[in-house]
Structure formats: structure tokens, C-alpha cells
């Protein structure tokens, strides 16, 4: 009687210890861009306002790669770093074109 007690404490602790991965479900999300696109979905000119990129000047029907949003509107860029430069200033890009 003993010895199957010392089983089923056994027992026990094995199933405590077989818990399934649960602490993966709290891994916290990384912080998405503004637009919430998946991975390697292609942009499209309908999707933006603007019909040409305000950084570089490049029509935006050439490619967009990249895009945010300024005062509820989505602006489309060719490269990250054009956004990036729309967005040290956009009142001014605004205000020029
Ligand atoms: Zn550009």
C-alpha cells in the first residue's frame, strides 16, 4: 500500500511537471507600425492619398514599401526613409504640394 502511494505521488508530480508550453501565450507583441498590414502585403495607390511620394517625388504607383497615417490620411513612401522624412515635417510636405 505504501509503495503505490509513493506511485501515484510520483505520478502526480509527473503530470505537474508535463504542463504544456502555457508561457509562450504571454510573450507581449511587438509594437506594430500605424498601418496594420501583414508582412509582404504590397500597397497600393488606393490605399494612400498621396499620388506621389512628398520626400523623394517619386509617383507612388512606381511601388510603395512603406506608408503612415498624418491627421487621418494614409500617405504611401517608396522607402522607409522617405517616411521618416515626411514625418520630421509634414505640415511643410503638405504645404508645398
Ligand atoms: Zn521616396
Redesign the pocket.
Known sequence: MKSLMALFAIAMMTIACNQPEAENKSIPNEKTSEMPAPEGTPYTTDMVVNAK?Y??G?PTSAGISDTCHYEGKAYG???SE?KAEFQKDPAKYLASN
Open positions: 511620394d520626400a523623394c517619386m513612401f517608396c522607402s522617405c
